[in-house]
Structure formats: C-alpha cells, structure tokens
C-alpha cells in the first residue's frame, strides 16, 4: 500500500463541483489547517464536469479548461494535493498533467477503457465503488488499473441501493473490500447519503443527518480514510447540497472519527 494512499488515515475533501476561485481557496485553506492541527494528510477534491446528473439542465460545472486551472490555483497557494473525477479516456492526459490524483465515478466503475487510461496515467487511482456492485466486483476494477501500469490505486465504499433511491452501507465491506483488492479502501459519507430523485424536480437530494453516525460507523469499521464534500454553505451549493458537510462543522467530526479509529487500530500514523 505504498504511495499517495499509503498515509493512513487519509481525508479527501472539497466541493462537489468547483466554483470561482474565491470559494474554492476558501475551502482549500480550510482544509489545510485541518490537515495541519490534526497531522492528517488530507486531499482536495473537486470536480470540473458533474457529467452524471440526473437532468438535462442540471449545472454541469466549470469546464475542463477552467476546472484545471482552479486546481492548479489551489495547489499552487496551499500545498495541497488535488484530485478529480475523470469521466473519458480522452480526459485522461490533459487531467494527468495538472492533479495528483484521478479519480473514477460509481457510475463509471466499469468502464474499461477509462480504467485503463487512469493506470496508465502515472497517477493516483480512487476508484469510487458502483451502487450496484459487491465488495467483490470491485477487483475486477482494481486490477484493470493495475494491469494498466497504475500501481497507486484506492477504492471508496460509497454505499449500495437496494431499493428506490436509497443507498445503504454494508459495513463489512471495508473488510472485504481490502481483502479482496489488496489497496486502501476510504468511505465517501456524504455521497452515503444521497437521495437519487427525491428532490425537487426529480434531482437528488440527501440526509445529511446521518454523515456523522455512518462516518464514525466506518472509523470503527476499518475504512483506511474518509471522503466528504464540503462547502461554506451547502445550501447555495450549485450541486449536492443536500448532502454535502457545512466546512465549519468539519474539523470536530474529523476528530471524532480520528479518535473513534484510533482506539480501534492505533494511533495516527503519517
């Protein structure tokens, strides 16, 4: 498990879809004070295209060009680490060229030709975990990238449906999913909480109430990082603001969950 994923635990963070710059340095220096109080390593997430959204007009993001750039930015002024989600095999070189890690939608934890251009990038590997998928379809996905040449992979646990439009978290996955494939495996708590087409218009919306229970669930579980969206305030959030964290409650439930995994697995290591 050695590389980018290897300094457990590990937090990914930041908003579903970047903003202007404002907004997203903001989060971003947040993010690195955290990282710095709690010695944590942490990750800043972003995505440039929200390309699975459930209407046609749904806000899609700021576009590759523009998207890289506001990652770069944020790299560039706060020594942060930065990854997002690819959605073609075409994206793949000109992403690879700006963040230091790619990471691979649930819906798109399938899709060979992606996978295989994300290990052969040079990058980093987060593989979210389909919502339909077992723990053990995920080696499949893993060894795609790894036969790719991608050696620094990482899956995350985002919860599976088992019903209409909502998604439950098998905890026992952490588990299997490591056993299985061998790499980290983080938990993406704000995506657990997801209510695909229960909001208005027939977009998702979410419970954000339930992050903290089934985040410190996953601590003491085995997950090897976390994975949440944040933002200042979701509610203006042009995507997932029903599920995305408040930035300011962030750090106390990093703590918590820290603590919960500490005396669960040992102390926090870098």
Known sequence: MAGFWSSAPVLVAGPCALERDEINLAIAETLAGLGERLALKVVYKGSFDKANRARPGSPRGLGMERGLAALAAVRSQTGLPVLTDVHESSQVPAVAAVVDALQIPALLSRQTDLLTAAGQS???????????????????????????????????????????GDLVVDMRNFLRIR?????????????????????????SAGAREFVPALLLAAAAAGADGFFLEVHPDPASAPSDGGTMWPLADLEPLIERALEVRSRIRGPVHA
């Open 179 to 203: 056993a299985e494939t061998q790499v980290p495996v983080l938990f993406d708590a704000t995506h657990a909480v997801q209510q695909s087409g229960r909001g208005p218009g027939g977009t």
């Open 122 to 164: 040079g990058r980093a590997v987060n593989i979210k975990k389909g919502q339909s998928m077992a723990a053990a379809d995920m080696s499949g996905a893993v060894e795609k990238v790894r036969n790719a040449g991608g050696a620094d992979v990482a899956v995350t646990e985002r919860g599976t449906f088992f019903g209409y």
